[in-house]
């Protein structure tokens, strides 16, 4: 369970956020790698955690202090106690903390889980206006476009999404949630 922690304080210095477990063996952190350059840090808050770091096992009780410094290390935690609480902070050394396209699309998930897509889009275009033209802000954006019917706006944010990144187009053929866009002509082709 994310807990936008930069999000509610508006912090721009640098990236904070917690996680709380949904039970014992659930995922806290989920694995991913940085690749940008940031450094992360995990402070485990209550409870206890297993993180994997590349192929590195750390059990980590409510105190410990995870640091990852190099950004291509995959990282991801298991809790390992029933309400276990991890705090993530990150930024980049030597540059300015620039908020991450993912964030918004964390914000809107309760929203398109629960299907109330008018709801997801404004999050989602305030944060393609943090991060003006990023692919990834622009697919997202399409995808819940789609599904709430706005078409003309899902093709537009698709393409303009493909231009940057055209190998996605696989992926959005393959993806339900363009079905409702699938046979408009505006809609890449195989």
Not at 53 to 68: K, R, Y
Not at 88 to 108: H, Q
Not at 152 to 161: G, I, K, P, S
């Amino acid at each position: 369970m994310w807990r936008p922690v930069r999000r509610r304080f508006d912090v721009r210095g640098f990236g904070v956020n917690a996680y709380t477990s949904e039970g014992v063996g659930q995922q806290i952190v989920e694995e991913h790698d940085e690749g940008t350059g940031q450094e992360e840090c995990y402070v485990v808050l209550r409870g206890r955690a297993r993180f994997k770091l590349n192929e590195e096992e750390v059990d980590a009780p409510a105190g410990t202090v995870v640091f990852i410094g190099d950004s291509t290390v995959v990282r991801a935690a298991i809790a390992e106690d029933e309400d276990t609480a991890v705090l993530a902070v990150g930024g980049f050394t030597g540059k300015p903390f620039e908020i991450s396209v993912w964030e918004a699309s964390f914000a809107a998930i309760p929203y398109t889980r629960a299907e109330r897509w008018e709801e997801a889009i404004p999050i989602l275009e305030a944060g393609l206006r943090e991060n003006p033209g990023h692919p990834a802000a622009l697919y997202y954006l399409a995808r819940v476009e789609a599904r709430a019917g706005r078409s003309d706006d899902a093709l537009a944010h698709l393409t303009e999404a493909l231009d940057a990144e055209p190998e996605w187009a696989d992926r959005a053929r393959a993806h339900t949630d363009f079905d409702s866009i699938r046979d408009d002509p505006g809609f890449p082709s195989a």
